[in-house]
């Protein structure tokens, strides 16, 4: 095993005779004045290491730390245990962009397989998709739904660009009231696939429950949760509330939708098991955590690898627009290739659900394009 640090030969220093030390200036002598300065060096020093120390032992940001009492949710529903018929539940996802469509298209079409008892419900903001994607999204199952852009509280520039429109996701509390009434919803993000049905989070006596978030940084494993998937009961006064308090709670908003929601379901959230929201970031950390879960996986959440985006993540993207299939063939290669092929076993998982639709629906699908 090749070494960080080469050794350095070591050679033999005689000891200094008596002529060789009687040639060697005398030394300084030490004075007050030295004594002093010395003192203030150390002093100086100290105090930097100290400082120093200190900023490495300070944590990092934590919602519960830095708890605010601003929930007015309860952490069990009345009556929640009464069984939800099917349509009153809801798969809820969300279309930004004509970019997602064939992804969300794919998610859409592995509920179905996964015998998923609930309307497919797709938030959408209609002045940044287009037609044809809607009829994409349609071939499939979902029911698309327009909904207002929630903009982050202060200013927007604290936010990542990519993470700009994701408080438009907080609409999904609004379905007790919108489209014809849901009771019962599990949001998951365009960028997963459902691998096995999941029916037992509509019956979660829970207000809100998620999965915690994994980082490939020194961060790790955390409490905190993953936004990726949630299980949600809505109520349009939950979403009045969160809309108010979210303009004057404190909390990191660069992060934006699940920093907020990291702080205001700080204590009262239940924490699913990773196999509710299985982030590719998992087999990044621990391999052999991922092989336990797999088999059991309900969904998968490609956050480090994504099959269906054929554009090279360290350049500019070009504006957005409906991916062809032709497109997702090559982006499925890439993720194939992406970390010298380490996440080629999942990308495999979204290729055979994205032929397995082509199969079924690409005909309806191909005829959204037009000419």
């Given amino acids: 095993m090749t070494s960080y640090f080469s050794l350095q030969r070591l050679t033999y220093e005689r000891l200094p005779t008596h002529a060789e030390r009687s040639?060697?200036?005398?030394?300084?002598?030490?004075?007050?004045?030295?004594?002093?300065?010395?003192?203030?060096?150390?002093?100086?020093?100290?105090?930097?290491?100290?400082?120093?120390?200190?900023?490495?032992?300070?944590?990092?940001?934590?919602?519960?730390?830095?708890?605010?009492?601003?929930?007015?949710?309860?952490?069990?529903?009345?009556?929640?245990?009464?069984?939800?018929?099917?349509?009153?539940?809801?798969?809820?996802?969300?279309?930004?962009?004509?970019?997602?469509a064939l992804a969300v298209s794919v998610l859409g079409h592995s509920a179905r397989t996964a015998n998923v008892s609930a309307r497919l419900i797709l938030p959408y903001l209609p002045n940044q998709v287009s037609e044809q994607a809607l009829c994409v999204v349609r071939a499939v199952g979902w029911e698309p739904w327009a909904v207002p852009l929630i903009l982050p509280p202060g200013n927007v520039g604290e936010v990542y660009t990519r993470f700009r429109d994701q408080y438009t996701k907080l609409n999904v509390w609004a379905l007790d009231k919108q489209m014809g009434g849901i009771d019962r919803a599990v949001y998951v993000d365009a960028d997963t696939l459902v691998r096995r049905n999941f029916d037992e989070l509509f019956e979660s006596p829970f207000s809100f429950g998620a999965v915690p978030d994994i980082y490939g940084d020194w961060r790790g494993f955390t409490i905190k949760i993953n936004a990726g998937v949630l299980a949600v009961h809505p109520s349009s006064a939950v979403l009045e509330d969160m809309l108010e308090k979210m303009q004057v709670a404190e909390y990191p908003h660069g992060e934006a939708e699940q920093a907020f929601l990291n702080l205001y379901f700080a204590g009262t959230a239940l924490r699913l098991p990773y196999i509710y929201n299985g982030n590719l970031a998992i087999k990044s950390r621990n391999p052999v955590l991922w092989q336990r879960l797999a088999e059991e996986m309900r969904i998968v959440h490609y956050t480090t690898v994504k099959p269906f985006f054929p554009y090279d993540i360290t350049k500019p993207f070009p504006k957005p627009r409906l991916l062809t299939p032709e497109e997702i063939e090559k982006a499925l290669e890439m993720g194939e290739r992406e970390h010298d092929g380490f996440f080629s076993e999942e990308v495999g998982w979204w290729r055979t659900s994205y032929h397995s639709m082509m199969s079924e629906a690409g005909h309806v699908i191909r005829g959204c394009y037009g000419s």
Avoid: E, M
Avoid at 32 to 40: E, S
Avoid at 61 to 75: A, E, W
């Fill in 23 to 100: 040639t060697r200036p005398p030394s300084r002598q030490c004075t007050p004045k030295n004594f002093i300065l010395a003192g203030l060096v150390l002093i100086v020093s100290g105090a930097l290491i100290s400082w120093s120390v200190s900023r490495l032992r300070r944590a990092p940001y934590n919602p519960l730390d830095n708890y605010q009492n601003i929930n007015i949710v309860p952490v069990t529903t009345p009556n929640a245990t009464h069984p939800i018929p099917p349509a009153r539940r809801a798969l809820v996802s969300s279309l930004y962009s004509d970019d997602y």
